[in-house]
């Protein structure tokens, strides 16, 4: 069975870190982009990182959106087929659900900006885990 697991999420104070994981089963995770999305309460999904396949020319390139960069690192395990997310310097705003995502769009980091393309191109998602920071 294909799927995505997300965990590692929690409740964490202002200023705090946790470590997102994206654990593949039924497929190999090297072979596609992963991105991390969150939602949160009241407002539209948005797009946090995203990393290219361990495959393609960009060879595990990472995009961050504005709000994850300097803060945020997305990275690959192989031999655990898992992508984790590490979040630092953590603040209220992080507060959401966090999902990933599989899949082979064309230009990875517009996925992250356009949710249209996200849907269109990953066609993996996990069921997501829940980040709550607290000020």
């Known amino acids: 069975q294909v799927q995505l697991v997300e965990s590692g999420g929690g409740l964490v104070q202002r200023g705090g870190s946790l470590r997102l994981s994206c654990a593949a089963s039924?497929?190999?995770?090297?072979?596609?982009?992963i991105g991390w999305f969150r939602q949160a309460p009241g407002k539209e999904r948005e797009g946090v990182s995203c990393?290219?396949?361990?495959?393609?020319?960009?060879?595990?390139?990472?995009y961050y959106a504005d709000s994850a960069k300097g803060r945020f690192t997305i990275f690959r395990d192989s031999d655990k087929n898992t992508v984790y997310l590490q979040m630092n310097s953590l603040e209220p705003d992080d507060t959401a659900v966090y999902y990933c995502?599989?899949?082979?769009?064309?230009?990875?980091?517009?996925?992250?900006?356009?949710?249209?393309?996200?849907?269109?191109?990953?066609?993996?998602w996990g069921q997501g885990t829940t980040v709550t920071v607290s000020s």
């Open positions: 995502a599989a899949g082979d769009p064309p230009r990875p980091e517009e996925v992250l900006v356009h949710p249209s393309l996200a849907d269109r191109y990953l066609e993996v």
């Open positions: 039924g497929f190999d995770l090297d072979y596609y982009t």
């Open positions: 990393i290219t396949s361990s495959i393609s020319s960009d060879n595990d390139r990472p």
